[in-house]
T-cell receptor
């Protein structure tokens, strides 16, 4: 079946530091890949997405590249801000593989200190 | 993206009782999804609800415990039956966006505490 593995948290960084959150996946079909973000006290929001190999998703300074050869979709940001503190979830969609819902990783709690 | 609302936003219930959660979407959608997020955990798909057919449940979830209704293309309900403290979670509904990527958009969630 499908699975998503992402680095455990919490991840604590200083403001303006470089961020990488690792995500790898296993899928039976040709999945689309996503990063979702959950800010404190708020709902789950789609941050970025990629639908095929070598696609790069980007939003709010965050980027992730769909790497089929390494089955990875690592989230990066060049300079984080305190407002980026949140829980980040890597997820995949694989309806061609028979899974209509999303498969989520366990989430990474990111803490940015001023 | 669709605008999704859920009711109630939170509730505290006694064990052995049932709670019905409502999900309303501002546009017609074929598929709606129900997820559970246990405290400090990730999201787990409970079931997929298509209008006009019975919901499809994921492994570990059964209709007797989590009955779902889907009376039209903009509305669904999830009932958590015969609750125990282990059912304390956030319950979220979601719908797919358009296009080929099959991303999903989520409601704000219902935070359930069972005492």
């Amino acid at each position: 079946g499908n699975s998503v593995t992402q680095m455990e948290g919490p991840v604590t960084l200083s403001e303006e530091a470089f961020l990488t959150i690792n995500c790898t996946y296993t899928a039976t079909g040709y999945p689309s890949l996503f990063w979702y973000v959950q800010y404190p006290g708020e709902g789950l929001q789609l941050l970025l997405k990629a639908t095929k190999a070598d696609d790069k998703g980007s939003n709010k300074g965050f980027e992730a590249t769909y790497r089929k050869e390494t089955t990875s979709f690592h989230l990066e940001k060049g300079s984080v801000q305190v407002s980026d503190s949140a829980v980040y979830f890597c997820a995949l969609s694989d309806p061609g593989g028979g899974a209509d819902g999303l498969t989520f990783g366990k989430g990474t709690h990111l803490i940015i200190q001023p | 993206s669709a605008v999704i609302s859920q009711k109630p936003s939170r509730d505290i219930c006694q064990r052995g009782t049932s709670l019905t959660i409502q999900c309303q979407v501002d546009s017609q959608v074929t598929m709606m999804f129900w997820y559970r997020q246990q405290p400090g955990q990730s999201l787990t798909l409970i079931a997929t609800a298509n209008q006009g057919s019975e919901a499809t449940y994921e492994s570990g979830f059964v209709i007797d415990k989590f009955p779902i209704s889907r009376p039209n293309l903009t509305f669904s309900t999830l009932t958590v039956s015969n609750m125990s403290p282990e059912d304390s979670s956030i319950y979220l509904c979601s719908v797919r966006g358009g296009g080929r990527s099959y991303e999903q958009y989520f409601g704000p969630g219902t935070r359930l505490t069972v005492t």
